[in-house]
């Protein structure tokens, strides 16, 4: 899906944001999604603040989050906050189709 919305999108900018979350919605209806604010130990170039990304995200059901990979901080809650809604929703699957292999309690009768 990524080279999909790379090209409707054109660009990871801020301002391409509502269009990238668009796209995705508009191929997955209810994908979880995530906003994402890098290179925070910069703050000398930040462009985009925290209150126009958190309202961003709040309009957008998005969870936000800063990171800094150089400063090794806000990596892991952004990999677990995307992994637990996928991990679900995986279980969530496997159970259907469990329950689907069994079939029904009575034995069909």
């Known amino acids: 899906y990524k ?12 301002q391409a ?9 508009g ?30 995200a709040s309009q957008n059901s998005l969870e936000y989050h800063k990171v800094s990979t150089v400063r090794n901080q806000g990596v892991e809650e952004v990999m677990l906050g995307l992994g637990k809604p996928f991990a679900a929703a995986y279980e969530r699957k496997i159970r259907a189709i469990s329950n689907n292999q069994n079939g029904p309690a009575d034995g069909g009768a």
């Open 3 to 14: 080279r999909q919305y790379q090209r409707r999108v054109h660009g990871y900018s801020f």
């Open 27 to 56: 191929e997955r209806a209810g994908v979880p999604g995530m906003l994402v604010g890098t290179k925070f130990d910069m703050a000398d170039r930040i462009e985009v603040t925290d209150e126009m990304a958190e309202a961003f």
């Open 17 to 25: 944001c509502e269009k990238y979350v668009q796209a995705c919605r």
